[in-house]
């Protein structure tokens, strides 16, 4: 017997064609590791690689089947790989998952509001209320080496830094090393991690070991429409970070069409996710096309008197200054507000 049934189109990665009547029809036993199977081999993913290091195949097996259910924090960690946050279908979990999600997600908003005081307090209230649990789930040990990193980095530790986070990526990725460490699909806490690890190896000056990695994950983002639109922050975060890798090699081109392509990317999706970094950024490269005759001065500073009123919008005054004392130096521009 089927039933009639509304199903949300974004978990299935397409929307049907504008004026079409759709009539859908699905089995009574529908559950949420169909949707899973679906996207997973829309994506072109074997349950292997969808579930290396999270669960065994058999497993993930049965939870596609409907036959086994699965904790919030492996259900984050799946639907997280096909570039989804599970929090856009019903997610379901104990009254203490439910809590610690909650803490979770309040710490990640501490991280990107750069409130690192509060995250160290927030993270060791977390280690003392939660030890069990932390103790036997690795997603949760995981999550916390990821933030005791991140700490540790803002601490100018990045030798420590870098010890918590090769320990926390290898809680899911246990083959991640140098020479091995693309898999088939990652979740965005995975991406995060790998992320401040190369911050980490550019603060130890380790530039190209940071350089092939970030290339790595904004490759990965790009796979597929899904993941650069809902990891939107992480992606155009790579894309700074590498145009400022690029500066610092001379390949100004490729930094200047990185840069297009964070705005375009922002822009599309009404977000203002490293605006001011993307515009500065651009001014840079740009100003490297004026030293070989390839620019004018007046486009050069247009773009950085973009990036000097942005940044004043998010109250970044320290950027700012940098950018009008850079005007003033070299091009005698005088900021008349």
């Not at 909650?102 to 939660?130: C, F, P, S, T």
């Not at 004026?290 to 919008?313: C, H, N, P, S, W």
Request: glycine content about 6%.
């Amino acid at each position: 017997m089927t039933t009639s049934a509304c199903v949300n189109w974004t978990a299935f990665g397409h929307m049907p064609e504008k004026g079409c009547v759709i009539l859908l029809f699905i089995e009574e036993t529908w559950n949420v590791g169909s949707v899973i199977k679906k996207m997973r081999e829309e994506q072109g993913l074997t349950i292997a690689q969808l579930c290396s290091g999270l669960c065994s195949t058999v497993t993930m097996s049965r939870i596609e089947n409907g036959e086994r259910d699965m904790d919030i924090f492996l259900t984050t960690m799946i639907f997280g790989r096909l570039g989804y946050r599970p929090d856009k279908y019903e997610l379901y979990g104990s009254a203490p998952e439910l809590e610690q999600w909650n803490q979770r997600q309040n710490m990640k908003q501490m991280q990107r509001d750069g409130k690192y005081e509060q995250l160290a307090v927030a993270i060791q209230n977390y280690k003392e209320v939660w030890k069990k649990d932390i103790e036997e789930n690795p997603f949760q040990k995981q999550f916390v080496l990821f933030i005791e990193g991140v700490i540790e980095l803002q601490d100018n530790n990045p030798a420590n830094c870098i010890g918590m986070l090769e320990n926390a990526i290898r809680m899911t990725v246990p083959q991640w090393s140098f020479d091995k460490y693309i898999i088939g699909a990652m979740a965005e806490i995975e991406l995060s991690i790998v992320d401040t690890l190369c911050d980490a190896y550019e603060m130890l000056v380790r530039d190209e070991d940071s350089y092939t990695i970030r290339w790595m994950i904004l490759t990965y983002l790009e796979k597929h429409s899904a993941r650069d639109v809902e990891m939107l922050q992480l992606y155009v975060s790579q894309i700074c970070k590498l145009a400022s890798l690029l500066l610092k090699r001379g390949n100004y081109r490729k930094s200047l069409e990185l840069c297009e392509t964070g705005l375009k990317a922002i822009g599309k999706q009404n977000r203002l996710y490293s605006w001011p970094e993307l515009l500065y950024l651009k001014g840079q490269s740009k100003e490297m096309f004026l030293k070989v005759g390839q620019a004018t001065e007046d486009e050069v500073i247009r773009i950085y008197q973009e990036a000097y009123f942005i940044y004043l919008l998010f109250e970044n005054d320290d950027m700012a200054v940098k950018i009008a004392s850079h005007l003033r130096e070299a091009y005698q521009w005088e900021c008349i507000v």
